[in-house]
């Protein structure tokens, strides 16, 4: 059985080559995928890419060319929700396309054909995943060095592993109204995203078409607001791609 890793950003998939066990570099799609072994198991790792269309090519490649059984995603995100702070990690329970509006001929954010406006990640492997993330924010201040501080961002003594929903849309959201915007009516929907980001529904979608379970995890990189372009670059280099090993190897580890 294959587990496909995917990442959504180089940083984070070239910290888990440097784990792989007989290494292979396969060309596919315009994309480069790695097959190898971590922790002894078979596993596939590829680059998301960035949006939407980018992340259902390389899901579908993976399940169609490589054979995936399961796909684990690893990113970063906004923070929309109360408490979700920078350094936080969000594990999905499920997964909403904040920029889906199809009204009034659908409910708005409905994918039509679906008759849902939520899709639901797979309950075990997802608490296979909180429980690594769990482990890794845990840990995260001493090993890391992690001061979120240092990045503009308000201290938190501690920081927590989250599960719920995250929206995903084809926007990088960086401005504190428009995040408010995107809370605020998500929530009086019955929607209370947690997270902000820009592939992981798609990802959701075509695992649910293709009936392979999926979970996501996504380091919290800004809060979506106006400095979260500040924030972004340098978070990604020094944190997220360690919280994304991190979580990978104790998550393959326990599968
Ligand atoms: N600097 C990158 C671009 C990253 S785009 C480059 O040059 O290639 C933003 C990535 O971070 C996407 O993968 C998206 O899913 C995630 N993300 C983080 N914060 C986000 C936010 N506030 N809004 C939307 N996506 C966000």
């Known amino acids: 059985m294959t587990t496909a890793i ?11 080559v440097a784990h792989l066990a007989h290494p292979q570099r396969l060309m596919h799609a315009g994309r480069a995928f790695w097959r190898g072994e971590l922790a002894g198991r078979a596993v596939v790792l590829a680059l998301s890419g960035i949006g939407k269309v980018a992340a259902a090519t390389t899901a579908t490649a993976l399940v169609e060319r490589f054979g995936v059984a399961r796909i684990v995603f690893t990113g970063v995100a906004g923070g929309l929700g ?9 594990v999905a ?4 396309q904040h920029d889906m509006d199809a009204s009034p001929l659908f409910p708005r954010w409905e994918v039509p054909g679906y008759a849902r406006s939520r899709l639901a990640c797979d309950a075990d492997l997802s608490a296979i995943l909180l429980e690594a993330a769990g482990a890794c924010v ?3 201040r001493g090993q890391f ?3 979120p501080e240092l990045l503009g961002a308000p201290a938190v003594t501690s920081h927590r592993a989250h599960h719920g929903l995250i929206a ?18 998500l929530q009086d929907a ?25 979970a996501a995890a996504r380091t919290i990189s800004d809060r979506a607001d106006d400095t979260a372009h500040v924030d972004f670059p340098r978070f990604v280099q020094t944190v997220a791609s360690r919280y994304a090993e991190h979580m990978v190897l104790t998550l393959m580890q326990k599968l």
């Open 168 to 185: 995903s849309g084809d926007r990088f959201v960086c401005a504190a109204d428009e995040a408010h915007r995107l809370r605020t009516t």
């Open 138 to 140: 845990a840990s995260a």
């Open 82 to 90: 109360d408490g979700v702070n920078v350094g936080d990690v969000v």
């Open 6 to 16: 995917l990442s959504a950003l180089p940083e984070e998939q070239s910290t888990l």
């Open 145 to 147: 060095g992690f001061k």
């Open 190 to 214: 019955g929607h209370p995203a947690l997270a902000v980001e820009m592939e992981g529904a798609a990802v959701a979608q075509v695992c649910h078409d293709y009936g392979i379970p999926f």
């Open 93 to 96: 329970e499920d997964y909403l």
